[in-house]
C-alpha cells in the first residue's frame, strides 16, 4: 500500500497543487483535518453541483466556531494553536477519497537526491503540512472510503454524521470513531417503537448505498434476534431510479397490505418521490412511515406531501441548538468571513442575489448584492441539525490533544519533542478516552469500537386536530424506549393506534395454524365439537364428563337431567297411570262387593284377581319409570317393569289355554281335561309367573341393581345441548329381555285366542280375551319402531320411556276395558243380568263344542266366493 500511495502521490509538482484547489487553510501548532460536503454532487462528468447551505456551510463553519473557541479557551490546550486544512467532498466518495490524499502527503518519504536544481544545488521543497487528525466525513459512504486510507497512516477520524453499523467493525476501520451513534444502535430504538406500537408485520424501504442498506440490514439482524417481527418486503430504491419505480415500489408494497408499517432508511429524495408515489396510488393515510435520522424532523422530504406523512414516526439523534453559533453564524459577513472561500458562494445563494466580479456582467434580471445583507434577518436561518456534532468532534480531538500533552510534555506550555510529530496511534487512544460534557450539555464518550452512546428523539409528525402542525417529540431512547402514547396522534386526529400485523389474534377458543415460513402469519381454526383451546396451538378433548366452556377456554362438568314429573313426556304418562289406577281399583272393589254374585263368580275369580293385580302393576310402573333413579328405584324398575304384564298374560294364557282345552277335548270325549279347576290355574298361573321373578332375582345378584350418568346417549355436536342422563343401569336390549317374556306369553295367549275363535259366545271370556290380544299386538307392534327408531334423537330418553310407558298403559287399558269394564258395567247399571243361569255340565259343553266342530267343517267345505248368507241358508 505504502509503496501504491508513493507512486500515486509521486506526480510532477503540478499536479500536486492540483489535489486541493478548492480548500479552507487555517494556521497553527497542530493541524486538523476537515471533510464537509459543501457542494452537491454533480451531474455526470462534473464532479461538484450547487452548494449544500445547510450539510455543507453551516457545518463546515461549526469547525471553524469550534477552532476559534479552542483557541480562545485558556484551560483547553493553553498556549497550543489549532488550525485546519478543510476540503470539500462534493457528495462524492470517490472525489473525497482525491481530496482526502492531501493529508497523508507529509507522511510519504520521497526521494529528492537525484533532483538537482541548474546550479548543482539540491532543491528546497517545502514540508507540507502534517495532518494530525480528521473530522468528517458526513455521508457514511465517504466516511468509509477515506478511512481505508487514513488508517494506512494511523490518522485517527472523528465523523459527525457517519453513521453506517459496518464502521463499527474496530478491526477494518480501527481508526474510526464518530460522536453520532451507529444505525444499529438507531436500527434497536426502531424496532423497539414497532414493538411498542404492537406491530409485527413491517416492510423496510432503503436507498441503495452503505446509509440505507446497513441500516435496513442492522433493522433485520436485530428484528430477527429480538423475536416477534417480521418482515413483509425488504425493497431496494436504485440510485438512478427510472420513470415509474416508485409507483412499482408502492404496488409492491401493497402485495401486502396488511404491513402498513414502512421503515424507511433512504435520503431526502427518496423519502419525497415515495410520498409522491402513495399520493398518486391514492393510499394516502395507509402507510405508517417510521423513518430514520435522515428524515428526522426535516420539512424538505414532506413538502407538499404533509397528508400523506401525517402520523410518520421519525428519529434523530438527541440534539440542541447552540446559541453560541447562531450568534457567530448569523454575524458572519463577506468582510469578515474571508477565510471561508465558499462563502461568497453561499452568499449568492442564500440572498439570491449576485456579486459583481471584474469582466462580468450582470444578467438581466438578476439582483446585485449590496454585502450588507443579513443572515436571518434579509434571509430565512435555522441551525443545520448536526452542528452539534461538529462541535463536539472538534472537541473531542482538542481534549484528546490535552490530555496528551499532559502526559507527555508535563509542565511545557507548548509542543514539545514527544509531540512533535504527534504520533497517531497514540493519540487514537487519548480519543478513545475522553469524557467530557459536550457543546449541547450532554456527555460525550466513546466505546471500544469508537461509537458515540444512542440518544435518540422520538417525532411524529402531526396534522390533525393541533394548531401548529409539524413534528412533535413523543419520546427517547437512550438504550432502552420511552414513548408517550397520549402524545401520538394518528391521520385524521385519530388516538388509536392502527395495525400493521399479518394475522390479528384469534378469538377466545381458536388456535393458531401458522403459515410455513412467516412466524408472524397464521390462520385461525376454531376448536371445534367438544374440544377445548389447551395452548396457542392445539385445540384437545373435554373429558367424557365434561363440555367446552361458551369461549372454549376450557371444560365446565356437563349438566345432568333426569325426567322430571313437571315434563310433558312425563304429564301424559302420569295422567293415563293415575286414570288406569282409579279405574282398576274401582273394577277390584266392585268385584270384591259383588264377589259372590253369579258374573263375578262366572268370570273365575281367582285368574281375574291375578289378572287385575297385573294389570294394577302395569300402571304404577308408570311412576317408577319417572321417579328419580337410585339403587331402590332401579331394583323396583327391574322388578314391576317385567313382572305387571307377565302376571297380566300369564292369568289371561291360562284362561285361554283352559278354554281351548276343555272344547278340544270336548271334541273327544265327555269327559274333562285335567288341571282346569280353580286351584290347578292359579298354581299353572304362578309357575308362569315364578319364571321371571327367578330370571329377576338372578339378574339382581348377577348385576346389582345401581344408577349411571350416561354422557354418551345425549352428546349432540352442539355442546351446549350436551347432558349427562341419570338413569338406571338398564340398556335397550335388557329392557327388551325384562319384557321378553312377558311378549313369549302375549303371543303364546294370542295364539290360543285364535285357535279358540270358534267357541260360542255364550261359553266364558274366549272372544274377549281374543280381542284383548289382537289389539295387544298391534300396541306393541306400534311401540317397536318408535322405541328403536328414537335410538338418535337427542330426546331419545323422554320418548323411549313415554312410548314405553304409555303402551304399556294402553295394553292395560285395553285389557280391562273389554274384560272387566262390560262386566262392572252389568253389574253396576243392570243387576238384573247378574243373575244365576242354567249350570251347564261337562256333558253339554262336549255337545255344544262338536256341534261347533261340524259347522266349523261344513263352512271350510263350501265352494269359494260363496257369502254368508248362502252359508247360512245352507244350515
Not at 281 to 301: C, E, M, Q, R, Y
Not at 484 to 502: I, R, T
Not at 541 to 570: H, Q, V, Y
Not at 776 to 785: D, E, G, S, Y
Request: net charge neutral; glycine share 6%.
Amino acid at each position: 500500500w505504502n509503496s501504491f500511495l508513493m507512486l500515486f502521490l509521486s506526480p510532477p509538482p503540478p499536479l500536486i497543487s492540483n489535489l486541493s484547489p478548492h480548500s479552507i487553510k487555517i494556521e497553527g501548532d497542530i493541524t486538523l483535518g476537515g471533510l464537509f460536503p459543501v457542494h452537491s454532487r454533480g451531474p455526470a462528468g462534473v464532479p461538484c453541483g450547487d452548494i449544500k447551505k445547510e450539510k455543507g456551510i453551516h457545518r463546515m463553519e461549526a469547525m471553524l466556531y469550534a477552532l476559534d473557541q479552542i483557541n480562545s479557551d485558556p484551560d483547553l490546550l493553553p498556549n497550543i494553536t489549532l488550525g485546519a486544512r478543510i476540503l470539500d467532498t462534493c457528495s462524492r466518495d470517490t472525489y473525497a477519497l482525491e481530496q482526502s490524499l492531501t493529508f497523508v502527503q507529509a507522511l510519504i518519504q520521497k526521494d529528492n537526491s537525484d533532483v538537482r536544481c541548474s546550479n548543482g544545488e539540491p532543491p528546497i521543497i517545502p514540508k507540507p503540512e502534517r495532518v494530525i487528525g480528521v473530522i468528517g466525513a458526513s455521508a457514511s459512504s465517504v466516511s468509509i472510503m477515506v478511512a481505508n486510507v487514513l488508517r494506512l497512516f494511523a490518522i485517527p477520524q472523528i465523523s459527525y454524521a457517519s453513521t453506517a453499523p459496518e464502521l463499527s467493525d474496530n478491526n477494518r476501520y480501527d481508526f474510526f470513531s464518530r460522536v453520532v451513534p451507529p444505525d444499529s444502535f438507531q436500527a434497536q430504538a426502531m424496532v423497539d417503537i414497532v414493538k411498542a406500537m404492537g406491530w409485527n408485520y413491517v416492510s423496510t424501504l432503503a436507498s441503495e448505498g452503505n446509509y440505507g442498506e446497513s441500516g435496513v440490514d442492522a433493522f433485520l439482524q436485530i428484528s430477527r434476534e429480538a423475536g416477534g417481527l417480521c418482515i413483509a418486503q425488504s425493497i431496494k430504491i436504485p440510485r438512478e431510479p427510472r420513470p415509474g419505480e416508485f409507483d412499482k415500489i408502492i404496488k409492491r408494497l401493497m402485495e401486502t397490505s396488511n404491513a402498513r408499517g414502512v421503515i424507511i432508511f433512504a435520503n431526502e429524495d427518496d423519502i419525497k418521490r415515495v410520498l409522491e408515489a402513495a399520493k398518486r396510488a391514492n393510499l394516502t393515510g395507509h402507510f405508517l412511515f417510521v423513518g430514520s435520522d435522515s428524515w428526522g424532523a426535516k420539512i424538505a422530504p414532506i413538502l407538499n406531501q404533509e397528508d400523506v406523512a401525517e402520523g410518520a414516526v421519525t428519529i434523530l439523534p438527541k440534539r440542541a441548538s447552540i446559541e453560541g453559533f447562531d450568534q457567530y453564524f448569523t454575524s458572519r459577513s463577506l468582510e469578515n468571513n474571508r477565510r471561508n472561500i465558499w462563502f461568497a458562494e453561499f452568499w449568492e445563494d442564500d440572498f439570491k442575489c449576485k456579486l459583481t466580479r471584474p469582466g462580468i456582467k450582470l444578467d438581466s434580471g438578476q439582483r446585485k448584492c449590496t454585502g450588507e445583507e443579513r443572515i436571518g434577518r434579509d434571509s430565512p436561518y435555522e441551525q443545520e441539525g448536526k452542528v452539534q456534532f461538529v462541535i463536539d468532534a472538534v472537541y473531542a480531538m482538542a481534549h484528546a490533544l490535552h490530555s496528551m500533552h499532559i502526559d507527555l510534555c508535563p509542565g511545557s506550555t507548548s509542543i514539545c519533542d514527544r509531540m512533535d510529530p504527534v504520533e497517531g496511534r497514540l493519540l487514537l487512544k487519548y480519543i478513545r478516552a475522553v469524557n467530557f460534557n459536550g457543546s449541547a450539555g450532554t456527555g460525550v464518550m466513546f466505546n471500544e469500537d469508537g461509537d458515540a452512546p444512542g440518544r435518540y428523539d422520538i417525532f411524529q409528525y402531526q396534522l390533525s386536530n393541533t394548531t401548529s402542525p409539524g413534528y412533535k417529540i413523543i419520546g427517547q431512547w437512550t438504550n432502552h424506549l420511552r414513548l408517550s402514547a397520549e402524545d401520538m396522534q394518528w391521520s385524521g386526529g385519530d388516538k388509536q393506534v392502527p395495525d400493521s400485523v399479518c394475522s390479528f389474534p384469534c378469538e377466545p377458543g381458536e388456535r393458531k395454524r401458522m403459515v410455513k415460513g412467516v412466524p408472524c402469519c397464521w390462520h385461525c381454526e376454531l376448536c371445534d365439537g367438544y374440544q377445548f383451546l389447551l395452548d396457542e396451538f392445539n385445540c384437545d378433548m373435554c373429558p367424557f364428563d365434561m363440555r367446552p366452556t361458551l369461549n372454549r377456554t376450557g371444560c365446565r362438568p356437563t349438566p345432568i337431567i333426569k325426567l322430571e314429573w313437571s315434563s310433558p313426556w312425563a304429564i301424559i304418562p302420569v295422567f293415563l297411570a293415575v286414570l288406569g289406577i282409579l279405574a282398576t281399583t274401582g273394577v277390584i272393589v266392585t268385584f270384591i262387593r259383588f264377589n259372590d254374585t253369579p258374573i263375578v263368580r262366572a268370570s273365575g275369580r281367582e285368574l281375574s284377581y291375578v289378572l287385575l293385580t297385573g294389570i294394577f302393576l302395569i300402571y304404577l310402573i308408570t311412576f317408577l319409570m319417572i321417579a328419580e333413579p337410585g339403587a331402590v328405584v332401579c331394583a323396583f324398575r327391574r322388578l314391576l317393569l317385567g313382572l305387571g304384564m307377565c302376571i297380566s298374560y300369564a292369568a289371561m294364557l291360562t284362561k285361554t289355554n283352559r278354554i281351548y282345552r276343555i272344547f278340544e277335548q270336548g271334541k273327544k270325549s265327555v269327559t274333562p281335561p285335567k288341571f282346569i279347576s280353580p286351584t290347578s290355574q292359579l298354581i299353572i298361573t304362578f309357575i308362569l309367573i315364578s319364571v321371571q321373578v327367578c330370571g329377576i332375582f338372578i339378574w339382581f345378584g348377577v348385576v346389582p341393581p345401581h344408577t349411571i350418568i350416561d354422557f354418551e346417549e345425549l352428546r349432540p355436536p352442539n355442546p351446549e345441548l350436551a347432558r349427562g342422563i341419570l338413569k338406571c343401569d338398564m340398556s335397550d336390549l335388557s329392557l327388551i329381555g325384562c319384557l321378553s317374556y312377558s311378549m313369549v306369553l302375549m303371543v303364546t295367549c294370542t295364539i290360543y285366542a285364535i285357535k279358540s275363535r270358534g267357541v260360542p259366545e255364550t261359553f266364558n271370556e274366549a272372544k274377549p280375551i281374543g280381542f284383548t290380544m289382537y289389539t295387544t299386538c298391534i300396541i306393541w307392534l306400534a311401540f317397536v319402531p318408535i322405541f328403536f327408531g328414537t335410538a338418535q334423537s337427542t330426546e331419545k330418553m323422554f320418548i323411549q320411556t313415554t312410548t314405553l310407558t304409555v303402551s304399556m298403559s294402553l295394553s292395560a287399558t285395553v285389557s280391562l276395558g273389554m274384560l272387566y269394564i262390560p262386566k262392572v258395567y252389568v253389574i253396576i247399571f243392570h243387576p238384573e243380568q247378574n243373575v244365576q243361569k242354567r249350570k251347564r255340565s261337562f256333558k253339554a259343553v262336549a255337545q255344544a263344542a262338536a256341534v261347533s266342530s261340524r259347522l266349523s267343517q261344513k263352512s271350510s267345505d263350501k265352494q269359494n266366493g260363496e257369502t254368508k248368507a248362502e252359508a247360512d241358508r245352507s244350515q
